[in-house]
Nanobody
């Protein structure tokens, strides 16, 4: 079994910064990739950033240059978010792919006020 627990969400003013983290536990010895997705009210879930097992990263165009995904250690994945905008408001979900299966956390809410 694999568990993902997000933390670090909250309320921040536009232009500010926030760091969200994801704690992974369980059978996580063969991770293919980790990533962050988000879902704003009334919208579909979308990719924010991913990191492959080799370290390669991929970002949505809307967050390039502002967000940075990192693998802090074997069990923690973080997303540093700078220069936040109101349109970044969403529930942020941690994701990992292990042996062709995807696992999701329950999400953490990030609210950016204008």
């Amino acid at each position: 079994q694999v568990q993902l627990v997000e933390s670090g969400g909250g309320l921040v003013q536009a232009g500010g910064s926030l760091r969200v983290s994801c704690a992974l536990s369980g059978f996580i010895s063969n991770i293919n990739s980790v990533g962050w997705y988000r879902q704003a009210p009334g919208k579909q879930r979308e990719l924010v950033a991913t990191m492959a097992s080799g370290g390669g990263t991929n970002y949505a165009d809307s967050v390039k240059g502002r967000f940075t995904i990192s693998r802090d250690n074997a069990k923690t994945v973080s997303l540093q978010m700078n220069t936040l905008k109101p349109e970044d408001t969403a529930v942020y979900y941690c994701n990992t792919e292990i042996s062709n299966r995807r696992y999701w956390g329950k999400g953490t809410l990030v609210t950016v006020s204008s």
